[in-house]
T-cell receptor, first 115, second 110 residues
Framework: GAVVSQHPSRVICKSGTSVKIECRSLDFQATTMFWYRQFPKQSLMLMATSNEGSKATYEQGVEKDKFLINHASLTLSTLTVTSAHPEDSSFYIC???????????FGQGTRLTVV | QKEVEQNSGPLSVPEGAIASLNCTYSDRGSQSFFWYRQYSGKSPELIMSIYSNGDKEDGRFTAQLNKASQYVSLLIRDSQPSDSATYLCAVNRVTDKLIFGTGTRLQVFP
């Protein structure tokens, strides 16, 4: 299947700092990528849809100024958590649609811990 | 009503039995249906995708789709302890975002 690479897999940061998470499609071009967040024992919640060359579309309740998304190329989307706080600690996962939207593959996920 | 509903479980089955996982969805415009397996602390892994009514088999897994009833299921035959995980149902309209259910936790005991 298609490969989506996410980096870093784990990050610990101090409260108030910013963290950037990268999501790359390794063997295909992804015009659209999705960012999810998952708290322990809960399902994946869609945060935003990242479109190459345009502004991201955020889900209701997700602060666009706090979670900055950049999709500058067909193979890279980044999520920056700005001014992180302990409540932002979560598992962040990106995914990309392939085969004209008929399948979605996920990155490995990033475990963010804000201390 | 949630867009995609699953019983959270846990669903406990003995090794070698058939595990049956169910999912209902509310959007009649949904066209693609997926089952993902997620181990604790890991990212979801695609198991099956199904797009038309009926059954689709792949190894020990069978996905069943009934669009009239807005229902999709996953059967796991000869369940193994390694199948113990959370199974996520997801749906989307083509080229649209995936909407996930809350997942069903499956426990296969020896």
């Amino acid at each position: 299947g298609a490969v989506v690479s996410q980096h870093p897999s784990r990050v610990i940061c101090k409260s108030g700092t910013s963290v950037k998470i990268e999501c790359r499609s390794l063997d295909f071009q992804a015009t659209t990528m999705f960012w999810y967040r998952q708290f322990p024992k809960q399902s994946l919640m869609l945060m935003a849809t990242s479109n190459e060359g345009s502004k991201a579309t955020y889900e209701q309740g997700v602060e666009k100024d706090k979670f900055l998304i950049n999709h500058a190329s067909l193979t890279l989307s980044t999520l920056t958590v700005t001014s992180a706080h302990p409540e932002d600690s979560s598992f962040y996962i990106c995914s990309a649609l392939v085969a004209r939207g008929r399948q979605a593959f996920f990155g490995q996920g990033t475990r963010l811990t804000v201390v | 009503q949630k867009e995609v509903e699953q019983n959270s479980g846990p669903l406990s089955v003995p090794e070698g039995a058939i595990a049956s996982l169910n999912c209902t969805y509310s959007d009649r415009g949904s066209q693609s249906f997926f089952w993902y397996r997620q181990y604790s602390g890991k990212s979801p892994e695609l198991i099956m995708s199904i797009y038309s009514n009926g059954d689709k088999e792949d190894g020990r897994f069978t996905a069943q789709l009934n669009k009239a009833s807005q229902y999709v299921s996953l059967l796991i035959r000869d369940s193994q302890p390694s199948d113990s995980a959370t199974y996520l149902c997801a749906v989307n309209r083509v080229t649209d975002k995936l909407i996930f259910g809350t997942g069903t936790r499956l426990q296969v005991f020896p």
